[in-house]
T-cell receptor
Framework: GAGVSQSPSNKVTEKGKDVELRCDPISGHTALYWYRQRLGQGLEFLIYFQGNSAPDKSGLPSDRFSAERTGESVSTLTIQRTQQEDSAVYLC????????????FGSGTRLTVV | QKEVEQNSGPLSVPEGAIASLNCTYSDRGSQSFFWYRQYSGKSPELIMSIYSNGDKEDGRFTAQLNKASQYVSLLIRDSQPSDSATYLCAVNSNSGYALNFGKGTSLLVTP
């Protein structure tokens, strides 16, 4: 597509529920990243996918977080048993290769856990 | 831990002035450097990239890189109120795969 597409744009969920966030990268971009941005804070790296290589999961804050991506297509970020501290904007970005040329970000999913 | 440090601001400059935003980084292996602009409630937007020492100009924006001092800066000439945003410095190294972002500097351009 023309840009990075994320859905839903907003999600309100009850504490303890599972949520799934979706990212559709720019066509041809082999690298895909998930970041989290809490209110008034910087970008926190979560996970990186590069083609069919094993993902870099070093930023995932707990085992409640997981992400998948098939090849160079759509990625889903799943948060199980959501907690209030999970409330944040979840940003997806894609790039041609390993971010060496910079990222293009999607518009984000604003997650609110009540 | 690879750190990217920025002054949080806010940095306030009058319309028409030069805004100077600074960033330092800790990883000497860093190779690629980026500036992103983030308006309130929006996602970051790439505005400049720089890969070698010196200056790189694009319109009203100039990025400056000094790898020996581990320092990168962004100058905005003829600042406009529409430049009011948070500016994020991001750094990539060959030893890692994801950009490390600073917390951003808030810029306010007053009419």
């Amino acid at each position: 597509g023309a840009g990075v597409s994320q859905s839903p744009s907003n999600k309100v969920t009850e504490k303890g529920k599972d949520v799934e966030l979706r990212c559709d990268p720019i066509s041809g971009h082999t690298a895909l990243y998930w970041y989290r941005q809490r209110l008034g804070q910087g970008l926190e790296f979560l996970i990186y996918f590069q083609g069919n290589s094993a993902p870099d999961k070093s930023g995932l804050p707990s085992d409640r977080f997981s992400a998948e991506r098939t090849g160079e297509s759509v990625s889903t970020l799943t948060i199980q048993r959501t907690q209030q501290e999970d409330s944040a904007v979840y940003l997806c970005a894609s790039s041609l290769y390993r971010g060496n040329y910079g990222y293009t970000f999607g518009s984000g999913t604003r997650l609110t856990v009540v | 831990q690879k750190e990217v440090e920025q002054n949080s601001g806010p940095l306030s400059v009058p319309e028409g002035a030069i805004a100077s935003l600074n960033c330092t980084y800790s990883d000497r292996g860093s190779q690629s450097f980026f500036w992103y602009r983030q308006y309130s409630g929006k996602s970051p937007e790439l505005i400049m990239s720089i890969y070698s020492n010196g200056d790189k100009e694009d319109g009203r924006f100039t990025a400056q890189l000094n790898k020996a001092s581990q320092y990168v800066s962004l100058l905005i000439r003829d600042s406009q109120p529409s430049d009011s945003a948070t500016y994020l410095c991001a750094v990539n190294s060959n030893s890692g795969y994801a950009l490390n972002f600073g917390k951003g500097t808030s810029l306010l351009v007053t009419p």
